[in-house]
């Protein structure tokens, strides 16, 4: 069985234990990165065209704006197919209350039917949000399990928690 892992993850200025603080390395990334060395996933990073700002302030105007219109951002390379890989991981920051709008813009591209699906996202408190209801939407035909959901203080002790959850 083939996985793979993709993800949206953004470095820089961020909310990490109730404080704003800069990264190397996106929380979500992180995340990705254990699932690749725990079972043997590849990685594919969305990106976007633009780059969001690495100000978090910013960030958060620029997010919730796409939000709103229901944008779906230009991203630097597509993933064409998922036909090889059984299982899915979809992995995000819980931005405003869902994925960033760069997921759907991936996501909506890809044919989910017969896949396994193992979303996981990072926050500072607010869990999955809605997004569950969205990956519903994106991922229809796939048999969605049980999310992951870490916040993003806690990810560098969570690779325990990480690996009990994909041997679920």
């Not at 793979?4 to 990165?33: C, D, H, M, P, Q």
């Not at 991922?139 to 870490?150: D, F, P, T, Y």
């Amino acid at each position: 069985m083939s996985s793979i892992v993709i993800y949206f993850s953004r470095a820089g200025e961020n909310y990490f234990g109730g404080e704003l603080k800069n990264i190397e390395k996106g929380n979500t990334e992180v995340i990705a990165e254990y699932i690749q060395e725990i079972d043997n996933a590849e990685l594919f990073k969305v990106e976007t065209v633009i780059d969001y700002p690495t100000d978090y302030m910013e960030c958060i105007d620029v997010a919730k704006k796409e939000k709103q219109v229901v944008a779906r951002p230009k991203i630097k390379k597509t993933l064409e197919s998922i036909e090889e890989y059984d299982t899915i991981y979809i992995g995000f920051p819980n931005w405003w209350g869902t994925l960033p709008m760069a997921m759907f813009t991936q996501l909506e591209q890809l044919d989910f039917a017969g896949k396994i699906i193992k979303p996981f996202v990072t926050h500072e408190g607010s869990g999955f949000g809605s997004s569950q209801k969205d990956l519903a939407k994106l991922c229809s035909g796939g048999e969605i399990k049980n999310g992951l959901s870490i916040p993003g203080a806690n990810v560098g002790n969570a690779k325990e928690q990480v690996e009990a959850w994909i041997n679920e």
